[in-house]
């Protein structure tokens, strides 16, 4: 099989959302596979200086009414959080120790937590949060909270934040396909034709 499409995102991103909607469907048109790689995209902010869109005058207002509209047009619920952004320290970690052990249920609690923040506007920062949303993938949540403050898991996180913005990883939701990084929910239909092409 080729190389595997890279997915990288923070579950604090709403365009990630609208991307983790689309993205394996996309990409397995093409006999490929996508890896889902939460990382911390506050780590690189400091890096690029960028803050959240919601922190910005204008800009602010123009993002709220663009996710909505997203929503709408993607047929998916929406219902802004009060809590925005988050760190995303727990569901990223619990992706990592799920994902070890069944990847496919890694993409769907990841689906699940992207889908309860952003689509019912519910917190899901906190460790019982998360712990319950992996349970619905069947994980004990005792074994969930232990893993959380596993300092390997810990490290695993770290690591792979470290690796993405070494790739020059710095956004949310942000694309590799054979080494080319493609930033944006926007650019999914870029990553559709280098699929395509082989590139140009």
């Known amino acids: 099989m080729p190389n595997p499409v890279e997915f990288y995102f923070d579950f604090s991103s709403p365009y990630a959302y609208f991307a983790a909607q689309q993205i394996d469907r996309l990409v397995e048109g093409f006999g490929r ?6 990382y911390m995209l506050g780590a690189a902010m400091k890096n ?31 219902s802004m959080p009060d809590k925005f952004p988050f760190a995303a320290i727990a569901p990223s970690r619990a992706f990592y120790w799920i994902h070890d052990q069944d990847p496919a249920k890694a993409k769907a609690f990841a689906w699940d937590c992207l889908e309860t923040y952003f689509g019912k506007g519910e917190d899901i920062s906190s460790k019982d949060a ?12 005792d074994e969930v909270m232990a893993a959380l403050d596993d300092e390997a898991i810990k490290q695993r996180l770290k690591d792979e934040t470290a690796a993405a913005i070494d790739k020059g990883v710095f956004g949310s939701p942000f694309f590799i396909v054979d080494g080319e990084g493609f930033w944006g929910a926007d650019r999914l239909w870029m990553v559709k034709r280098w699929l395509k092409s082989g590139g140009w």
């Open 130 to 141: 998360v712990a319950a949303i992996a349970a619905r993938q069947g994980f004990a949540e």
């Open 33 to 38: 596979e996508c890896v889902w790689k939460p």
């Open 48 to 78: 690029t200086g960028a803050q959240p869109l919601t922190e910005y005058p204008v800009k602010s207002d123009y993002v709220k009414n663009d996710w909505a509209r997203l929503a709408r047009f993607q047929e998916l619920n929406w």
